[in-house]
């Protein structure tokens, strides 16, 4: 099973560091990044990042 993640984070560096803590996981992760607020409230069909859609619901 995988787990879709997605993180807003301004910060080159801090994201950096979340993707390396997440390389170490045992887990499978997809990790989406996004810089502000209005792209995490975006729906994934509108962001630019590949979701399975098989798990998006679309309206």
Same mark, same amino acid.
């Given at each position: 099973? &995988? +787990? =879709?993640? /997605?993180?807003? *984070? #301004?910060? %080159?560096s801090d994201?950096? /560091?979340?993707? *390396?803590?997440? $390389? *170490?996981?045992?887990? $499978?992760? =997809? /990790?989406?990044?996004?810089?502000?607020?209005? #792209?995490? +409230?975006? @729906? %994934? *069909?509108?962001?630019? &990042?590949? /979701? #399975? %859609?098989?798990?998006t619901s @679309?309206?």
């Open positions: 099973m &995988t +787990i =879709d993640i /997605l993180l807003v *984070e #301004d910060n %080159p994201a950096r /560091l979340v993707r *390396e803590a997440f $390389k *170490e996981t045992t887990g $499978k992760t =997809d /990790l989406h990044l996004v810089t502000n607020g209005h #792209d995490a +409230i975006t @729906s %994934p *069909e509108q962001r630019q &990042t590949t /979701l #399975d %859609p098989s798990r @679309s309206s």
